[in-house]
């Protein structure tokens, strides 16, 4: 058996032969664009917050242990120091 002629397949003829309908070199570069809502960013400000929160220890040792140490000397603990305290817990309590 002997092929000789396929008549009809031409497949590279028929693409290159084919015209090009617009030119891609007049194509103009347009910028992107976002919008975010509001409760969008509320809630990204919500998520870094309880980031924030989970990486923060809930006792600050270093702290706890300079008041220790204040608190040893009985000289600091008087009326004066008291008092001063005493206003700090009302005032952030709003008293």
Same mark, same amino acid.
């Given at each position: 058996? @002997? ?23 007049? =194509?103009? =570069?347009?910028?992107?664009? $976002? ?10 400000? =919500? ?17 706890? =242990?300079?008041?220790?140490?204040? $608190?040893?000397?009985p000289s600091y603990l008087s009326a004066e120091v008291i008092n001063s305290t005493?206003?700090? $817990? @009302? ?5």
């Amino acid at each position: 058996m @002997m092929i000789n002629k396929l008549t009809g397949v031409t497949p590279i003829n028929d693409v290159q032969s084919t015209k090009r309908t617009h030119s891609t070199g007049s =194509a103009k =570069a347009a910028s992107d664009s $976002i919008s975010v809502s509001k409760e969008a960013k509320e809630l990204a400000e =919500a998520y870094f917050l309880n980031e924030v929160a989970d990486e923060t220890p809930d006792v600050r040792s270093d702290l706890v =242990a300079q008041i220790k140490e204040k $608190i040893k000397d009985p000289s600091y603990l008087s009326a004066e120091v008291i008092n001063s305290t005493a206003e700090k $817990i @009302m005032s952030s309590f709003g008293i």
